[in-house]
């Protein structure tokens, strides 16, 4: 496998962490502007990887929050590294990845406790797992500002970590995504 599978995967995650926004109980949660979904990973000798993603959906049914993110839209910066995640990834088989995050389990943060974790149901390759992340919300107007963050291991998911030239990226990867979010 090789590291642009791998950055696929965090950018998945990343998606993952984006359902993290808190919102009142009588409102709907929807995604607002571009949402940015960044992904690290490391390997031996300083060897670092990074990718991203502005595509997701963000549903609300009033019970759970469920971020969906197109699997075959993460840019690595490199075709030949994206084109080998969406096939180590199945990409035709299966096409997203989500999170679903039960509604009661967020709440809103302020400035004296900006930060908040949750867990949540993410589902990649097929396999879904709990995940436990944090997440930080700011309020501008009628906006929210939602930054979550997670790792994951890779292996989690059926994914074995990349390995070019005899180096192997390790199999935990960091996600960060950042979103606008509104209340319905």
């Known amino acids: 496998m090789h590291v642009r599978q791998f950055s696929l995967i965090v950018a998945v995650a ?47 049914d009033g019970t759970t929050v469920t971020i969906t ?7 690595t910066g490199t075709a030949l590294r994206d ?17 679903a995050v039960p509604r009661a389990s967020l709440t809103f943060l302020d400035q004296k ?21 944090h997440y930080q919300t700011r309020k501008t107007g009628t906006t929210y500002v939602v930054t979550a963050a997670l790792s994951f291991n890779m292996n989690d998911y059926g994914v074995k970590a990349p390995t070019y030239l005899g180096v192997t990226v390790r199999p935990t990867v960091q996600i960060q995504t950042v979103f606008d979010a509104i209340d319905e």
């Open 113 to 133: 406790s900006p930060v908040g974790f949750a867990k949540g149901s993410f589902t990649l390759h097929g396999l879904t797992k709990t995940v436990q992340f």
């Open 69 to 75: 993110v197109p699997l075959d839209h993460l840019s």
């Open 14 to 60: 990343g998606v993952v962490l984006g359902s993290v926004c808190p919102a009142p109980a009588a409102a709907k949660l929807a995604k607002t502007g571009t949402a940015r979904t960044m992904f690290t990973a490391a390997g031996p000798t300083g060897l670092v990887i990074q990718g991203k993603t502005a595509d997701m959906t963000v549903t609300d």
């Open 83 to 99: 084109e080998n995640i969406n096939k180590a990834l199945a990409v035709a088989t299966y096409p997203t990845a989500t999170l």
